[in-house]
């Protein structure tokens, strides 16, 4: 999952793509690099490491040019060095080109083109593209590029810019995420409508199996057999603020600080007089609700976490059985649904490759689909018949953090729809939830209170080298959370398990050296885990506890002890999550990681 730019326009070359870069950085950042052409001159610079060293070497020597394309990169094929850095261009230093994706059948074709005489100096999939080119070109880059793209398979976004033809921008989009952004007399071209901002108002998604030429005067847009293909163009939909990280310190931290903002923007965008109101994308009718005889949620990572939360809330207010699947397990295994089974695809970015795929399964299988998505305009948002959008608004932070809180409040009112229509809830206990729901943003807000306690423990516990996190019921998947988030940034191990589980093994990895996170707050499952908390404490582990205010027992139990509000069971993860991700957010600083881009990750896994 790397990030491409391209632009075409007036403005300073060199600082719009590296302002781009920075803007997609969070896709990819083993390697980045920047080509334009000035003067009839194809110039290029590109390096292993971060986008500083790339701004350092550019401000030195700026490059130039009203044209030009750039990359941020997470390895795929070839190791993370100079040579394996994007741009790529030909033997003749004539086409320069930048890829997201992957090229699957790209050894056959560097075996034919070795044959013809070109010469590579590179390990990588993307540096067979701009010689295949090379080898169609005569006069015509567009026609080079879709004689090209027919021989390739895989998935496949490019920008590709030739010294022959300077006035033109090409785009191609073939399974992965590129999007075209409209301002005056200049055409921005993108991994991620993020990288837009401050360029253009107006974007124009483009389709799989679409090219596009852009000069400082039109777009066009045609398919791979080169009909002309006429694609309307959208607002942004944010702000320049949005991709900022304003007065924080990370992304991260900021996007944990606004979960309150998220929910109370949803629950005024979802609730009216006790009513749910979903988008007008939700194109489920009443009487397909009611048909449906059992749902299966697919994700990956925090956003399976949400699935495993979600599932409490459809088979309790729906009595619907719920399973929840990770999405690369479930698109390899040739999974048994019938007609009356319904998909829910849970993703942030709506490119998620496992979660994509096992959706394509579902559809071949002729299942109805549901995705609950944040990017608008997404693969993943485009190919589900039915959406509901998280409204989180752009998570730059690699930790997925408001939009899992944003996903988890989105499966409570899906599950609450359709209790209703299935009867299985009634009118006035949606509206007693809804009313309850009105006071989570207040009560998150006073959660995120304990910022500071959690710096102090996080003090002493960021030598730690592995943690458990334990939690039962729908607190289950709270606990899975924590340790992915605290393992994802901090780089320590942590295993999140369901408590009631830690007697048939697990339990013997507690010692005095190892931390025990236990979620106890006061729901249906409290003694129960009380009793695991108990046993883990018999065994010297170092006890952390999230539970609700005025519980004063487990003051008794527990090294650390935060307090969340106590609100009925089904919200409890919403309160939860937010310690867990400050725990882990003060941690990984503390060991001077790099939360916002943590190492060998990227946000939007698009690659298998
Ligand atoms: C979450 O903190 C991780 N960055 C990762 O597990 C993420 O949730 C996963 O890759 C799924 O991404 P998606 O929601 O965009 O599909």
Known sequence: MCGIVGYIGEKDIDNVILVGLERLEYRGYDSCGI???????????????????????????????GIGIGHTRWATHGKVCDENAHPF????????????????????????????????????????????????????LIKAVLKAVSKLRGSYSLAIISKKEPEKLIGVKMGSPLVIGIGRKEYILASDTLALVGIAKQVV?????????????????????????NRPSQPIGFRAKAVSKGRYRHFMRKEIFEQPKVISHNIVKRVRNSHIVLDPDFRFYPEDLVRFNKILIQACGTSYHAGLIGRYYLE???????????????????FIIDEETLMVAISQSGETADTLAALREAKLKDMKTISIVNVKRSSIDRESDSILYINAGPEIGVASTKAYTAQIFTLLIL?????????????????K????????????????????????AAKKLSLVRNFIFLGRGINYPSALEGALKLKEISYIHATGYPAGEMKHGPISLITEDVPVVCIAVKDSVYDKMMSNIAEAKARKGKIVVFGTEGDKSLKDLAE?????????????????????????????????????KPRNLAKSVTVE
Not at 89 to 116: F, Q, W
Not at 322 to 334: F, N, P
């Open 205 to 229: 998604p483009l389709q799989d199996k679409e090219v596009c030429v852009l000069t400082k005067e039109q777009m066009e847009i045609f398919d791979f057999d080169h009909h002309e293909v």
């Open 89 to 140: 261009s030909d033997c003749t230093n004539t086409i320069a080109l930048v890829h997201n994706g992957i090229v699957e059948n790209y050894r056959e074709v560097k075996e034919e083109l070795n044959k013809a005489g070109h010469k590579f100096i590179s390990d990588t999939d993307t540096e067979v593209v701009v010689h295949l080119i090379e080898s169609y070109y005569k006069d015509n």
């Open 433 to 456: 939830i809804l009313k309850e729901a009105k006071k989570i943003p207040a009560l998150m807000t006073k959660t995120l209170n304990l910022d500071h306690h959690l710096k102090a």
């Open 316 to 334: 309790k207010f729906c009595r619907i059985p719920t399973t929840v699947e990770i999405a690369s397990e479930l698109r390899t295994r040739d």
């Open 35 to 65: 080509a334009t052409i000035k003067n009839g001159d194809l110039k290029l610079k590109k390096a292993a490491g971060r986008l500083q060293k790339l701004k350092q070497s550019v401000t030195n020597s700026p490059l130039g040019g």
């Open 560 to 596: 650390e002890v935060f307090y969340v509000p106590d609100v009925p069971e089904y919200f409890t993860p919403l309160l939860v999550a937010l310690p867990l991700q400050l725990l882990a957010y003060h941690i990984a600083v503390m060991r001077g990681c790099d939360v916002d």
């Open 415 to 431: 599950a609450l729809h359709i209790g209703h229509y299935r009867q299985t809830i009634s009118e006035p206990e949606t509206a």
